[in-house]
């Protein structure tokens, strides 16, 4: 297949465009498209066969479920059965936006958008070109990051270009997603709520609406075997070259560093810090260190480019993992593996 490029302005968006992009997805086709978090690589959700064009095209593992995105709250109950008071709560307050609830699926859904799960994952982008696909497409979008599986999502245009290229009928250009970083998922299907990913809407800032929630463990460590997001089981974010997180205070940290063997090995830290790693055949930084929207903006592009190197070793700097910077740790500490050196 030959893909398409679209290219469309947030600020002046194309309606031909966007209309070419709704009527693809009407048609059973494959479109990739930013969102405020990273590139989606979407299909009409209420169809199977182009749900399952989109696990082809991703060589994505069959028992990983994908979330389904809507243009609006009204079309939540299109896709999902007894929907929980705080659902509506959560929305009111942040959608559209990063975040992504798991609710009890309805009918209407194919069982192949949830892996066969009797749960669906809904969210409602805030990206005005996503929004405008959505809409005009006029069907739920499912669409899981636009990567190719095992790889970190795509944050840039270049990023799903390079890797879905001849997999999807249509690419859209639309720059640099702001946020970075996917969704927080958060299930509200249990007795409790559970996070079970963290992402730009922050856990302190869903308990400020529903009260305290629970996080799964696989958010702080390897998946043990009873994660509830089937996603999290999966070695993600994954750069070529072996990546070590190391934590510590400042001072310890860099000196731990330096003291590393230096040849075909990278140092990834924040900026400023750069000339304090000497001797490595790289150093490439990822946001200021305290801000944690700039890392999150920053780090699956600093680890794409670690890939175009060739490298064997990489020494990763971490922030506190507290608000967004829960995300960031979590997506450093599973691109290791959670290989993490406390010095
Ligand atoms: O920001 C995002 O969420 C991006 C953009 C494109 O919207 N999408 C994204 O999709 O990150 P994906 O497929 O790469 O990640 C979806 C995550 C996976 O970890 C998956 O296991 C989890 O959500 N998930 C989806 N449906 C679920 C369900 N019914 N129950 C539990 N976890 C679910
Ligand atoms: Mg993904």
Known sequence: MQSTY?????????????????????????????????????ANGLSPDAVASIFAAKG?????????????????????????????????????????????????????????????AVRIPSHPTAHAIIAAAGVPVAAPSANLSGKPSPTAFWHVRDELSG????IIDGGECDVGVESTVLSLVGERAILLRPGGITKEQ??????????????????????????????????????????GEDDAVIRAINSKEKSRSGV????????????????????????????????????????????DRIYARADENRGVGLAVYNRLTKAAGFDIEEV
């Open 268 to 311: 990834l830290c924040f900026e400023g810090e750069s000339s304090r790693f000497e001797g490595f055949e790289a150093v490439i930084t990822y946001g200021k260190k305290g801000d944690f929207a700039s890392q999150a903006h920053m780090l699956f592009d600093a680890l794409r480019r670690f890939d175009e190197l060739d490298l």
């Open 206 to 247: 869903i308990e400020e609406v529903i009260g305290q929630i629970d996080v799964s463990s696989a958010v702080y460590q390897k998946f043990d075997g009873t994660a509830a997001a089937p996603g999290m089981k999966y070695r993600h974010y994954a750069p070529r070259a072996s990546l070590c997180v190391v934590v």
């Open 6 to 42: 679209l290219k469309i302005d947030r600020n002046n968006i194309d309606k031909s465009a966007v209309e070419k992009a709704a009527q693809c997805i009407k048609d059973g086709g494959l479109v990739c498209f930013p969102t405020e978090t990273v590139y989606g690589l979407g």
């Open 60 to 120: 994505r593992p069959q028992d990983n479920p994908l979330i389904l995105h809507l243009a609006d709250v009204a079309a939540l109950e299109s896709v999902a059965r007894d929907i929980p008071q705080s659902a509506y709560a959560l929305f009111e307050r942040f959608a559209p936006g990063p975040l992504t609830l798991v609710l009890k699926r309805a009918d209407a859904v194919p069982p192949a958008v949830s892996a066969g799960l009797d749960t669906v």
């Open 167 to 170: 997999r999807a009928d249509i």
